[in-house]
């Protein structure tokens, strides 16, 4: 970056998964830049510190309909198609920052739209986000578009999964097997099932996360929740999040885990998913084959830094 610039920006998180949030029309980084700025200000020593970083921006050129786009980095300075957590932090930034009085929005992300509504209000000027729920759409099932490559038989072929259920792969990790659901919420995820005997408090995720993450099956890299079962409307989540690692919550995990939980006839269709950060209510409609979530976005602080 040439000359000195200075960016403002405002650190928010969805049940602990937090990311730098920076109005896009207002602090212009060349894109070529964006990768080292991601890397640099998401360091929790020597940054500011993040899972990553969130370019709100204005809707494409040629998109009407849509009122703002979410350019999403990791931590690592990757793209990344989508971050549950992070869309509603959008929604929540773009009604308090007074850049919308809609508390309907349409957002696109990597060239898909999610439906957000607000459950927000205005007193005396300031606005605040009680919540958000967003239409996350179609759960991906199809291995090729998930994207997730499924190991050949003895014979050499490729047997043809169950169209309405996750396609199903087993990684060796750790010394043992572990048999992954995967699903794609706009981004890819592997869902495991931790039987009873493991605690999941004390699951070695640092050790198993970056096997599943770098797996060869997923050629885009994965996220990985490992998730123990409560009962048919409550479930426990750990998530590895590709380009970040472990974070305290990931919304697109918890719609991931949702629909192979309840595909798979471990759940109803609506589970309270308990993440390290706190809640996030999911709701698979089996009608519309749509995913709902709904959960908090709320603001750490603001600030400006000079690069």
Same mark, same amino acid.
């Given at each position: 970056?040439?000359?000195?610039?200075?960016?403002?920006?405002?650190?928010?998180?969805?049940? &602990?998964?937090?990311?730098?949030?920076?109005?896009?029309?207002?602090?212009?980084?060349?894109?070529?830049?964006?990768?080292?700025?991601?890397?640099?200000?998401?360091?929790?020593?020597?940054?500011?510190?993040?899972?990553?970083?969130?370019?709100?921006?204005?809707?494409?050129?040629?998109?009407?309909?849509?009122?703002?786009?979410?350019?999403?980095?990791?931590?690592?300075?990757?793209?990344?198609?989508?971050?549950?957590?992070?869309?509603?932090?959008?929604?929540?930034?773009?009604?308090?920052?007074?850049?919308?009085?809609?508390?309907?929005?349409?957002?696109?992300?990597?060239?898909?739209?999610?439906? @957000?509504?607000?459950?927000?209000?205005?007193?005396?000027?300031?606005?605040?986000?009680?919540?958000?729920?967003?239409?996350?759409?179609?759960?991906? @099932?199809?291995? #090729?578009?998930?994207?997730?490559? @499924?190991?050949?038989?003895?014979?050499?072929?490729?047997?043809?999964?169950?169209?309405?259920?996750?396609?199903?792969?087993?990684?060796?990790?750790?010394?043992?097997?572990?048999?992954?659901?995967?699903?794609?919420?706009?981004?890819?995820?592997?869902?495991?099932?931790?039987? #009873?005997?493991? #605690?999941?408090?004390?699951?070695?995720? #640092?050790?198993?996360?970056?096997?599943?993450?770098?797996?060869?099956?997923?050629?885009?890299?994965?996220?990985?929740?490992?998730?123990?079962?409560?009962?048919?409307?409550?479930?426990?989540?750990?998530?590895?999040?590709?380009?970040? &690692?472990?974070?305290?919550?990931?919304?697109? &995990?918890?719609?991931?885990?949702?629909?192979?939980?309840?595909?798979?006839?471990?759940?109803?269709?609506?589970?309270?998913?308990?993440? @390290?950060?706190?809640?996030?209510?999911?709701?698979?409609?089996?009608?519309?084959?749509?995913?709902?979530?709904? &959960?908090?976005?709320?603001?750490?602080?603001?600030?400006?830094?000079?690069?």
């Amino acid at each position: 970056m040439d000359g000195r610039q200075t960016v403002t920006f405002t650190k928010m998180h969805g049940c &602990g998964n937090d990311y730098i949030y920076i109005d896009g029309a207002v602090n212009r980084i060349p894109q070529e830049d964006k990768p080292a700025f991601v890397r640099r200000f998401s360091d929790r020593h020597f940054g500011i510190g993040g899972d990553g970083v969130i370019f709100i921006n204005p809707a494409p050129a040629g998109e009407s309909d849509v009122d703002f786009e979410m350019e999403m980095y990791n931590a690592d300075g990757s793209r990344s198609e989508m971050c549950g957590n992070g869309i509603r932090c959008v929604g929540a930034y773009v009604w308090e920052h007074h850049l919308t009085d809609k508390k309907e929005l349409t957002i696109n992300s990597a060239g898909a739209r999610k439906y @957000l509504t607000l459950s927000a209000s205005e007193q005396g000027g300031k606005r605040s986000t009680e919540s958000v729920s967003v239409d996350m759409g179609a759960p991906i @099932l199809v291995p #090729d578009e998930i994207p997730v490559a @499924l190991p050949a038989s003895a014979a050499g072929e490729v047997s043809s999964p169950d169209p309405l259920l996750p396609p199903q792969v087993t990684i060796k990790a750790g010394g043992m097997d572990w048999h992954a659901s995967c699903v794609s919420m706009g981004n890819p995820h592997a869902v495991v099932i931790l039987t #009873d005997d493991v #605690d999941l408090a004390s699951f070695p995720l #640092d050790r198993i996360g970056p096997v599943f993450e770098t797996h060869p099956v997923f050629p885009r890299r994965t996220n990985t929740e490992f998730v123990h079962i409560d009962d048919s409307r409550n479930v426990h989540m750990r998530v590895w999040e590709r380009g970040t &690692g472990e974070t305290l919550a990931c919304g697109t &995990g918890c719609c991931a885990t949702t629909v192979a939980c309840a595909l798979n006839g471990l759940t109803g269709d609506e589970v309270t998913v308990h993440v @390290l950060g706190g809640e996030v209510c999911c709701r698979y409609d089996r009608e519309k084959k749509r995913v709902f979530m709904t &959960g908090p976005a709320e603001t750490v602080f603001e600030g400006s830094m000079e690069l």
